[in-house]
């Protein structure tokens, strides 16, 4: 499956942004889906991730109660609602994919990435 990034963007600290990330097939509907960032110098680490059918979601602490990820497996489509940003969640956004993940924490349990988009949050 192919994904597709999208909606990153330089926004002020406090703001608010919605990643989307667009799948290639509707068998988009049966893939875990993962949100991973990596900030320059620094390893691509964990934001949050969501079952096949959006009904468990799993976020980084660093970003509880101020992301949301949803899923409309109608439209192929992922995203993540970021609120009160701040300038440590500048980073490159990647969306995965993966059957069944076992960890979904675990960006080694994911088989397929997008190219990633990136946000700019300015103190």
């Known amino acids: 499956v192919q994904l597709q990034a999208s909606g990153g963007g330089l926004v002020q600290a406090g703001g608010s942004l919605r990643l989307s990330c667009t799948a290639s097939?509707?068998?988009?509907?049966?893939?875990?889906m993962g949100w991973f960032r990596q900030a320059p110098g620094k390893e691509r680490e964990f934001v949050s991730a969501?079952?096949?059918?959006?009904?468990?979601?799993f976020y980084a602490d660093s970003v509880k109660g101020r992301f949301t990820i949803s899923r409309d497996n109608a439209r192929n489509t992922l995203y993540l609602q970021m609120n009160h940003l701040k300038p440590e969640d500048t980073a490159i956004y990647y969306c995965?994919?993966?059957?069944?993940?076992?960890?979904?924490?675990?960006?080694?349990?994911?088989?397929?990435w997008g190219p990633g988009t990136l946000v700019t949050v300015s103190s």
């Open positions: 097939e509707r068998t988009f509907s049966t893939y875990g």
């Open positions: 969501i079952n096949w059918i959006g009904s468990s979601t």
């Open positions: 995965a994919a993966n059957y069944q993940p076992k960890d979904y924490n675990d960006l080694y349990d994911y088989d397929y």
